[in-house]
C-alpha cells in the first residue's frame, strides 16, 4: 500500500512500445494529460505512472519504477481518470517513506487528513505574506551576511564529496526562529522538518537518519528517500510529495516547515532521461527547454501565506558537475531561487568547516530580514562592509602570489591579516557549534577592528564609535 | 457569444491540437475543454488548429469541446488600470484571491477592470464636432495625480453627436454617441485592444529628453531617453531585479509598468505591498498611484508568461496615447523567450541556436520596437521607455537573447558578476556598457543643469578606462612600481566607483540622486584629480593622498549631502584646496 490515493479506471492491454521508462500505450479510450496510471506485468503486480501526452488513439506514459519485465504483450494499464493524489496527515511526522511514499520504516500506513495533488497550484503573489523574520542557523557566515529568512529557499551549491550533507544537517539541527514576531504563543519554536531524498547514496541517508535520531529530531521529521539505486522516474515524484506535505502541515496546520530536499542534479537527470527518450528538442547539455519551468514549480512551493501563521522554507542541495557554478542546474536554480549558499573545494582542503564561500554567496531576503528589532541596526552596514573588506582581500592575495607578501604596503599586509583571520575565526566553526548572532556579530567587528579607519567606508562614523575596537 | 469549434485530438502540456473548424483565425482566443481554459490558436493546418492554452491543464483530455470566441486575445483599456496587479492575461489578481482564495485555480473567468466604480467624467468636446481615432472626449481623475484621458478608439472617426455632461459614470455606461458611416457607436470609457499589436500613432520623434532614474551611474554614465530602448543583462544575483526595483520607484515617468515575468513570486509580492508605502518625491503620492503591475511569477503557466509582455506593452501605448511618459519594466526577458523555446519545442519546430526558435530575434524585435517618443493620434507628445531585463545562463553575454536583445536596444547596462560579489551595486560595468542617447542628450543635461555634461562624462570614463589597463599592470608588478601620476589615477578611480558609481538602495539618502547632485559629484570628484595631479608635480607622493581627510568626505558625500543641499558639494572643493596645500607645503 501507499499514500498515493486509488481509484478504479479504466483497464485496457494495447502496450505498443517499451523504451526505458516510457510506455507508448495504442486506443486507451479517454484518457486525460498527466493522468494516473497503473501498470499490471505479467504477475499482476503493480507499477505506477503517469501520461505524458495523451493524443486520440494513443498515450505516452512514464512508468515511475521502470519497465523493467514489462512485456508488449502481457502488460495491462489500468487509467485511473485522475492526476497523481496523496494523502496527507500530520502524523507523516516521524515516519520514513519510499520516493513513492510508501512507508518503509515497518510502521503502519499513516491515516490521511486530507487528499491532494501532488503538482500543487500556484500561489497567488497578492495571497502571499512577504519573508521578515529571520532564522538563526548558528553559523557565522549564514547568520551574519547570508542571513537566512522564514519561506525563504536558499539553496546550497555544493560539489562532491564537499560536507553538503553535514552543514544541511547542522542548519535542521540549530534552526532557531530568532524574530518572528507574530508568531501566536500556541505555536511550537520548533520546525517540522520533510526531508526528500534523490538519488543519493545508502549511507548519505543513514547519515541524516542517524543523524537526527541522535539529535532528537526525528519525531519531526518527515524522510522520503529515493536512493541512487533506486529507479530515476521515481524522482521527478519524489519532491512534489514531500511540498505537498509540506503546503499542508505549513498553510493548513500552521506549522513552520523546512524543507531539504538533496541531490537537485539527480532530480534534473531524471528529467533530463525522459526528454532524451521522448526525442524532444534539447537546450543547453541535452536539458529538456522546460528545465526551468519545471524547477520553478518544485521551488516556488516555499513562502508565507497570508491566510496562516506556517511557512515552508527550502534548503535544497545540489552537486554541481565539475564545482561549474555555471552548469544548467545550479545557474536555473540560481534564477529561481533567493540566494545561494556555495561550498568551496579550497576552503575545504584547506580543514575549513563550513567551507562557504561567501563572496558568490548570497541571501536576497536578507535586507529584509535583519537590522534594528530584528537582529542589530548595524548589521547590514557590517555584512556589507565584509564582503568589501574580503572582495579586496582576494585582489591582495592574488598580487601577493605574484610579488610576495614582504613586497606589499603596510594597508595591504593589514588586509592579509584580516583575510585570514576572517577564514579562521570567523568561516570557520566547529559541526556542532552553535553561535548567537551577538556573537557573530562580535567575531565581525573585532575582525574589521584589525582594519585601519578610513578603510570602513561602508560603516557609519556612529558605528565605528560605537563598536569599533570594543572587542 | 462561445461557439463550439471543434475537438481535442492531443494534448502535450499546455500545447493542444483540435479539429474542428476552418473558419477560425490565427491568434484567436478559445476556450479550450469543459472547464472553459483560455487559450489561444498559434497554429492552422487543414482543419486542425494548434492551440496554447494559458491555465494549468492536467487533466485535459481528447475528445474535450473547444469554443471560438471571435476575438483576437485582448486587453480591457479604461480607468482603474493603475494600482492594479494582474496576471500574464489581465486578470486581477487581487480579485482572484477574494474569489478563489490563496492558490491560483483554474477556469477562473474575471473582467480585468472593475465594473462597478463611478468616474467623474468631465466632457472636454462638443456635439457635432468631427472626430478620428485618439480623440480626447473627456477626462476622469483616475488616481488624485493623474488624469486619465478618454479617447475615441484609433479605429474609429465620425461626427460626435452626443457627449454625456459631467458627471459620475461606470465603466461600460455610453459618455458619447459617434456617428460613422457605418452607423451610430455609442461609445463608453471602456476599450478593448489586441495585445499583439502596435497601437497606432503619427509619428515618431526623437528622444531628447533623459529618463531621470535617479540612479548615478545610469543617468550620468549610461543614460536612456525618454522612449528609448535599454536592456540590463546579468547573471543571478547580479543585482538585475533591484536595479528594475530602483528605477520603478525613483524614474520621472508619469506611469510605470512592471512586469514580473516568470519570476519569483515573493519579488512581486515585494513590490505589491512596498509600493503603496512608498511615497512619490514629486507628488507625495503613493508610488502605486503611476504603478500596473503584471505578475506571472515562474510556476505559473508558461503560455501566460508569453502574453504577459504584450499585455504590459499594449496598456503601456494606451496611457502614451493621452500623452504620458510610461516606463515599461520586463524582468526577465529571457524567461519569455524561454517561454517561446519551450512552446516552439513541444511544436516540434526545427530550433535554431540553443533550442530557440529562429523567429526568436523577429519577436524581440517586434517588443522593441514599440518603444518610443511619438506624436500621438490627438497632437500630444507621448514615450513609451522599455528596460527589459535579460538572464543569460551562466552570465555569458553571447547566448542568443542577450545577443538578439543588443541589436534592438540603444542602451546596454552589463551587470557584472565579480562586482556584484564584491557587493559593489549597482554591479553596472563602466567597460561593457554603453548608451548610444549620449550625443542626443548632451543639450538636455546642459540646459538643466548648466554643466557640460558630456566632457565631465567623458573625462569619467577616460579615467575608468585609464585604471583598468593600469590594474592589469599592477597584477603583474604591485603598485609601487608605478609612477605618482598613474597611482593618482587610481585613487581617483577608486572615487568614482565608491563615491560615486556605487549606490545604496537601502539607503534613505543614497537611493536616489538628483541630477544636480550627480553632476556635482562628479564635477567635485574631478576637481580633486585636477588639483591632486598639480600637487604631485610639485613632488607630493600619490600614496600620501589616500589618507586625506578630504578623500573619506568625497566618499561619503553621496550619503552626508542631501539632494536640497547640493550647495554643500562647494565646500568640499574648499575643503581639497585646503588639505592639498598643507600637503604641498610639507614637500616643499
Not at chain 2, 517561446?340 to 523577429?362: F, K, N, Q, V
Request: glycine fraction near 8%.
Amino acid at each position: 500500500m501507499s499514500i498515493l490515493a486509488k481509484y478504479k479506471g479504466q483497464e485496457v492491454s494495447g502496450v505498443s512500445r517499451i523504451e526505458g521508462p516510457i510506455v507508448v500505450v495504442e486506443s486507451p479510450g479517454v484518457v486525460g494529460y498527466d493522468e494516473v496510471v497503473d501498470i499490471y506485468d505479467e504477475e499482476g503486480k503493480i507499477r505506477q505512472g503517469r501520461v505524458l501526452e495523451a493524443g486520440e488513439n494513443f498515450a505516452i506514459v512514464e512508468v515511475f519504477s521502470g519497465t523493467t519485465g514489462l512485456s508488449i504483450d502481457n502488460t495491462r494499464v489500468r487509467f485511473q481518470g485522475r492526476p497523481l493524489r496523496i494523502s496527507v496527515s500530520s502524523e507523516m511526522l516521524g515516519r520514513i517513506f519510499n520516493g513513492l511514499g510508501d512507508p518503509i520504516d515497518g510502521g503502519p500506513e499513516p491515516l490521511a487528513d486530507k487528499y491532494a495533488n501532488i503538482n500543487g497550484l500556484p500561489i497567488n503573489p497578492a495571497a502571499r505574506k512577504y519573508p521578515r523574520d529571520y532564522i538563526q542557523t548558528g553559523i557565522s557566515t549564514i547568520d551574519g551576511m547570508n542571513t537566512l529568512v522564514m519561506g525563504q529557499k536558499l539553496p546550497i551549491f555544493s560539489g562532491n564529496g564537499l560536507p553538503h550533507d553535514q552543514l544541511a544537517a547542522q542548519i535542521v539541527t540549530q534552526a532557531d526562529l530568532g524574530s518572528a514576531v507574530d508568531r501566536p504563543q500556541s505555536q511550537t519554536t520548533e520546525f517540522a522538518v520533510i526531508f526528500a531524498a534523490m538519488g543519493i547514496k545508502h549511507d548519505q541517508a543513514a547519515f541524516f537518519r542517524d543523524t537526527f535520531t541522535k539529535t532528537g529530531a526525528l519525531s519531526r521529521v518527515a524522510m522520503f528517500l529515493n536512493l541512487a539505486d533506486d529507479p530515476p522516474v521515481e524522482r521527478i515524484v519524489t519532491p512534489r510529495l514531500a511540498l505537498t506535505l509540506a503546503e499542508y502541515l505549513a498553510f493548513d496546520l500552521g506549522m513552520h516547515v523546512l524543507v531539504i530536499m538533496t541531490d537537485m542534479t539527480s532530480y534534473c537527470e531524471a528529467l533530463r532521461q525522459i526528454s532524451n527518450i521522448r526525442g524532444e528538442v534539447p537546450s543547453r547539455k541535452g536539458y529538456p527547454g522546460y528545465l526551468y519551468s519545471d524547477l520553478a514549480q518544485v521551488y516556488e512551493r516555499t513562502g508565507r501565506i497570508k491566510l496562516s501563521y506556517g511557512s515552508i522554507t527550502q534548503i535544497p542541495i545540489l552537486t554541481m558537475p565539475n564545482d561549474d557554478i555555471t552548469h544548467p542546474v545550479p545557474d536555473l536554480t540560481g534564477y529561481i531561487s533567493e540566494g545561494q549558499v556555495v561550498l568551496d573545494r579550497s576552503l575545504f582542503q584547506k580543514g575549513i568547516y563550513p567551507p562557504i564561500s561567501v563572496l558568490p554567496s548570497l541571501s536576497r531576503l536578507m535586507k529584509d530580514g535583519i537590522g534594528a528589532g530584528k537582529t542589530r541596526a548595524d548589521h547590514s552596514h557590517l555584512a556589507a562592509q565584509l564582503y568589501a573588506a574580503f572582495a579586496h582581500v582576494q585582489e591582495i592575495r592574488a598580487l601577493a602570489s605574484v610579488i610576495g607578501e614582504e613586497e606589499m604596503s603596510s594597508i595591504d599586509q593589514q588586509y592579509l591579516a584580516f583575510g585570514n583571520q576572517f577564514e579562521l575565526g570567523f568561516v570557520r566553526q566547529d559541526h556542532d557549534e552553535n553561535r548567537s548572532i551577538e556573537e557573530t556579530l562580535r567575531l565581525a567587528w573585532k575582525l574589521l577592528s584589525m582594519l585601519p579607519l578610513e578603510e570602513l567606508t561602508r560603516l557609519t562614523a556612529d558605528e565605528i564609535d560605537q563598536y569599533f575596537g570594543k572587542f | 457569444m462561445a461557439i463550439e469549434i471543434g475537438k481535442i485530438i492531443w494534448v502535450n502540456g499546455p500545447v493542444v491540437r483540435v479539429r474542428g473548424s476552418r473558419e477560425v483565425r490565427m491568434l484567436e482566443m478559445v476556450e479550450v475543454g469543459e472547464e472553459h481554459l483560455i487559450g489561444e490558436i498559434i497554429g492552422l493546418n487543414e482543419d486542425v488548429m494548434t492551440v496554447q492554452v494559458y491555465e494549468e491543464n492536467s487533466g485535459m483530455r481528447p475528445g474535450e469541446p473547444v469554443f471560438g470566441t471571435g476575438m483576437s486575445l485582448s486587453v480591457e483599456l479604461g480607468p482603474g488600470l493603475l494600482r492594479s496587479i494582474f496576471d500574464g492575461i489581465q486578470r486581477p489578481l487581487p480579485v482572484m484571491e477574494r474569489k478563489e482564495g490563496t492558490f491560483i485555480s483554474r477556469g477562473v473567468k474575471l473582467t480585468s477592470l472593475y465594473r462597478g466604480s463611478l468616474w467623474e467624467f468631465t466632457p472636454v468636446i462638443k456635439e457635432g464636432v468631427e472626430v478620428s481615432g485618439g480623440a480626447i472626449l473627456g477626462s476622469v481623475p483616475e488616481t488624485n495625480a493623474l488624469e486619465h484621458f478618454i479617447m475615441v478608439p484609433p479605429t474609429l472617426k465620425g461626427v460626435i453627436t452626443w457627449i454625456a455632461p459631467n458627471g459620475q459614470y461606470k465603466l461600460e455606461e455610453p459618455i458619447a454617441k459617434l456617428l460613422t458611416p457605418s452607423g451610430e457607436h455609442d461609445l463608453s470609457m471602456l476599450q478593448h485592444w489586441p495585445v499583439r499589436r502596435p497601437r497606432p500613432f503619427l509619428q515618431r520623434e526623437t528622444p531628447n529628453e533623459l529618463l531621470i532614474t535617479g540612479q548615478r551611474i545610469l543617468d550620468t554614465f549610461f543614460p536612456l531617453a525618454k522612449g528609448g530602448a535599454a536592456a540590463i543583462p546579468g547573471g543571478f544575483g547580479a543585482g538585475k531585479t533591484i536595479t528594475q526595483h530602483q528605477i520603478a520607484k525613483w524614474s520621472n515617468a508619469d506611469i510605470v509598468i512592471y512586469i514580473g515575468c516568470g519570476e519569483r513570486g515573493n519579488e512581486m509580492t515585494e513590490v505589491l505591498q512596498e509600493f503603496p508605502d512608498l511615497i512619490d518625491p514629486r507628488n507625495n503620492q503613493p508610488l502605486m498611484e503611476r504603478t500596473v503591475l503584471i505578475a506571472n511569477t515562474s510556476n505559473m503557466p508558461v503560455a501566460a508568461r508569453e502574453a504577459s509582455i504584450y499585455t504590459g506593452i499594449t496598456i503601456a501605448e494606451y496611457y502614451r496615447d493621452m500623452g504620458y511618459d510610461v516606463a515599461l519594466m520586463a524582468d526577465s526577458t529571457s524567461r519569455w523567450a524561454e517561454a517561446l523555446r519551450e512552446i516552439s519545442g513541444r511544436l516540434e519546430e526545427m530550433p535554431a541556436e540553443e533550442g530557440y526558435p529562429a523567429y526568436l530575434g523577429a519577436r524581440l524585435a517586434e517588443f522593441y520596437e514599440r518603444a518610443g517618443k511619438v506624436k500621438t493620434l490627438n497632437h500630444r507628445q507621448g514615450s513609451v521607455s522599455v528596460i527589459g531585463a535579460v538572464s543569460p545562463p551562466g552570465g555569458d553575454f553571447s547566448e542568443p537573447v542577450t545577443q538578439h536583445t543588443r541589436r534592438y536596444i540603444r542602451t546596454f547596462w552589463a551587470l557584472d558578476k565579480a562586482l556584484a560579489s564584491a557587493r559593489h551595486f549597482p554591479s553596472v560595468n563602466w567597460l561593457n556598457s554603453y548608451s548610444e542617447y549620449v550625443d542626443t542628450l548632451n543639450d538636455w543635461w546642459t540646459a538643466k543643469t548648466g554643466y557640460d555634461w558630456q566632457e565631465l562624462r567623458s573625462q569619467g570614463m577616460e579615467i575608468m578606462n585609464e585604471e583598468s589597463r593600469l590594474s592589469q599592470i599592477v597584477q603583474l608588478v604591485g603598485p609601487s612600481a608605478l609612477p605618482d601620476e598613474q597611482r593618482l589615477i587610481l585613487e581617483t578611480a577608486r572615487l568614482i566607483k565608491e563615491g560615486f558609481m556605487q549606490q545604496n538602495a537601502m539607503d534613505d539618502v543614497d537611493t536616489f540622486t538628483t541630477i544636480e547632485k550627480q553632476i556635482k559629484m562628479l564635477d567635485v570628484i574631478l576637481y580633486f584629480h585636477r588639483r591632486a595631479e598639480k600637487a604631485i608635480q610639485l613632488g607630493v607622493f600619490a600614496s600620501a593622498l589616500h589618507s586625506l581627510d578630504v578623500v573619506t568626505t568625497i566618499i561619503r558625500m553621496k550619503t552626508q549631502v542631501i539632494n536640497r543641499n547640493v550647495s554643500q558639494l562647494d565646500e568640499i572643493r574648499a575643503q581639497i584646496d585646503r588639505e592639498l596645500s598643507e600637503l604641498e607645503q610639507q614637500y616643499v
